[in-house]
């Protein structure tokens, strides 16, 4: 799987944009934690990763 990040780091941190491979158009971020979950992929709604 291919992704393209486009990030911006500012005094507010870090956010930007992240294109999947199959996807066609750009996800927007705002923090690492919300990028990292982009990355980890899709999954169900209920996921425990949805959790704060």
């Known amino acids: 799987m291919r992704f393209i990040v486009e990030l911006e780091y500012g005094a507010d941190g870090v956010h930007g944009l992240v294109t999947r491979e199959d996807a ?22 209920g996921d425990p990763r949805d959790e704060p």
């Open 24 to 45: 066609d158009r750009a996800v927007p971020f705002h923090g690492w934690l919300e990028l990292l979950r982009l990355l980890e992929g899709p999954h169900t709604p």
